[in-house]
């Protein structure tokens, strides 16, 4: 799948989950699925679903994660 694909894929996910590093009030926080095979997607909390959508190809960000 393309970027483009996995981007609108990734838009319409309905499993997302907040970053364990966000701030327990709620007001700064990021958000993953792992819906799309092979692609990972970050969104803004405060946003929800009308969040624009950063799409990560799984071996950019397992890469980046082994990184930290």
Known sequence: ???????????????W?????????GQ???E?????VGWIGVRDSKLGPAS????VPAAAWQAMVLSL
């Open 28 to 30: 700064e926080c990021v």
């Open 32 to 36: 993953m699925t792992t819906e799309v």
């Open 1 to 15: 799948m393309d970027h483009k694909n996995a981007q609108t894929a990734l838009r319409n996910c309905t499993r």
């Open 52 to 55: 624009p959508v950063l799409a």
């Open 17 to 25: 989950r907040k970053s364990s590093y966000s701030f327990p009030d």
